[in-house]
């Protein structure tokens, strides 16, 4: 069985809802990056361990705020050894628009995953682009590149649409299949 880690930073409780979702979906455990951009040495050693990685962060002003960034460069030591070569990447960002410039951010993580020698997985599911299609419904923000959620900034992180809820849970599991698939 593979090994997959969830590493996120939550500025408000919204993207660790997601990431919990996206974790019971891959069978995976979580590593939270706290507010001063920072995981515990044993957290790099269980994201060296792993198989495939999902990094998860929210999107301010456009990309993922400063502590999601100063864990990135912090890998840089993981790159430099080529540490997470060939492990399967995924990714999830949180906004409270719908669109909110969650691609870019996504284009960030992937970017990540790339420097690192990963092999990126996509969310894998047809949008719901129906004129019946509702929040409640799979992929209803039409993601492909990974996971897409909206939290309104209203409120709590109970208020994320249950389909966003149930997207996350499904791409966690594709990534851990990927990542299983290429490890067997």
Do not use: C
Request: glycine letters at 10%; proline letters at 3%.
């Amino acid at each position: 069985m593979a090994k997959t880690v969830v590493v996120y930073f939550s500025g408000y409780g919204h993207t660790q809802r997601v990431a919990a979702a996206v974790a019971e979906g891959a069978k995976a455990s979580l590593l939270a990056i706290d507010e001063q951009g920072n995981l515990p040495e044993a957290a790099w050693e269980e994201l060296a361990a792993a198989d495939g990685i999902i990094f998860g962060a929210p999107t301010y002003m456009g990309s993922a705020p400063w502590q999601f960034k100063k864990f990135a460069d912090a890998s840089s030591k993981a790159w430099f050894v080529r540490a997470w070569q060939d492990k399967v990447f995924g990714g999830f960002s949180v906004s409270a628009s719908l669109n909110g410039d969650k691609q870019v951010t996504l284009i960030g993580l992937q970017t990540l995953a790339s420097q690192h020698g990963g092999i990126w997985v996509s969310l894998g599911l047809m949008p719901a682009n129906k004129q019946a299609s509702t929040r409640q419904d799979v992929n209803n923000l039409g993601g492909s590149v990974g996971l897409l959620v909206q939290a309104p900034s209203d409120a709590g992180a109970d208020a994320i649409p249950e389909g966003d809820i149930e997207t996350a849970r499904q791409y966690g599991a594709r990534v851990a299949s990927i990542a299983a698939r290429l490890k067997a």
